[in-house]
Structure formats: C-alpha cells, structure tokens
C-alpha cells in the first residue's frame, strides 16, 4: 500500500502543527520503490529550534502510525523549516522576514531592499540610496516573486532602523551556515546530520 497522497498528509497534519503553535507550510511525498520520503515544512514566528523539530517529528510519526492509510509501507519523515531561498508567498512570510534583505520581482522591475513593516495588503520595503536608505510601500499583490538573501557582511544599521529591527525571535542569516535549514524526523537512535529515519 503506497503512503498517501500529499493533499491527504496535509488534511492529516494541518490541525495537529497547528495546534503545535505552527505553520504548515509545505509538504512533499517522494516514493520510490517500496519506500517513500515524506518531507513536511514548517515554520512559527519564533522560527524553529531543533529541539522543536524533534517533538514535531514525534508527534507528526505518532499520527501516521494511527492513520490505517500507511500500512506497512516503509517511509521516511523529514520534519524542516523554510530555507532562507524559501519565496515569501503569504503575510506571514513577510512578517517573519522583517529586517531582512529581500529580492521583489514586480512585472516591471526588480528591487532588493530591507523588509520593514506589513500593513494591511502592503509592506514597507526599505532601499538603499547614495544619500541615504528610504522607505518604499509595494502591494503585496504587485509582488510576482520574493525571495530573502543571504548576507555575508553585517546589514547596514541605518537600514535596519528604518525596517523596525528583526522580527522578534529571529535573526539575521549573515553566512552561509545559516541558510541550511534544520532537518529532522522522529526516531533519535537513527541521527546522522540532524535527520532521524522513521520507518513505518
């Protein structure tokens, strides 16, 4: 029997993260042969420590053992947050990346600069300039793609002023070590890399 399909994972698992004080934010079923990796995204606005990665995969595992679909069907759990390329599709993403140096696609131009304050449809995006950062609104639904960058030099702290600060609870990924996003999955005496194997 082959491990649900991802719309059904997703009607599983949406109350349960939520409940969790989290956001599920994707979720991918990948099988190959007799064994499937199901890998689900989440996200809070306090972001996600690993030892919350490692609840949730409990948790998450404990809900496919009593869900009859799974079978014996061997699989892999992979619970991870959004990496820092993750695009912001949703006002929560945005709230969540305040300070940050994003890249906005509009139709017509492109912009990178620093996400301020979300308002209601709008966000304050703040641009550099010779004489000074400046503050932009863009619609959210002017927005076609937005994606935050990775930093690898401190941001610039006029700029960080005029965005409001960092979203309480984050930080500011300013190397490479912090775009890698945190894996996990349930089953502790399996661990290589931060990912834990669940078969079920």
Do not use: C
């Not at 400046?134 to 401190?154: G, M, N």
Request: without cysteine.
């Amino acid at each position: 029997m082959p491990v649900p399909s991802k719309e059904r994972v997703v009607e599983l698992l949406s109350g349960l993260v939520d409940r969790q004080g989290y956001d599920l934010e994707d979720v991918t079923v990948t099988q190959a042969g007799k064994h499937s990796v199901v890998r689900v995204m989440v996200d809070g606005d306090a972001g996600l420590e690993l030892d919350a990665v490692a609840e949730l995969s409990r948790v998450i595992s404990d809900a496919f053992d009593a869900a009859t679909e799974f079978g014996e069907t061997p699989y892999t759990l992979e619970v991870t947050s959004p990496g820092v390329d993750r695009p912001l599709t949703e006002p929560r993403h945005w709230r969540r990346a305040r300070g940050r140096k994003v890249a906005v696609q509009f139709a017509d131009e492109q912009l990178t600069g620093r996400v301020g304050a979300l308002g209601d449809g709008v966000v304050a995006l703040v641009l550099p300039g010779k004489g000074g950062p400046t503050v932009r609104e863009i619609a959210l639904a002017d927005v076609v793609k937005a994606v935050v960058q990775v930093e690898f030099s401190k941001p610039n702290p006029a700029e960080l002023e005029l965005a409001g600060g960092v979203a309480e609870g984050r930080v500011l990924p300013t190397d490479v070590d912090d775009a890698v996003d945190l894996t996990a999955g349930a089953d502790e005496t399996d661990e290589t890399d931060d990912e834990f194997q669940v078969e079920g």
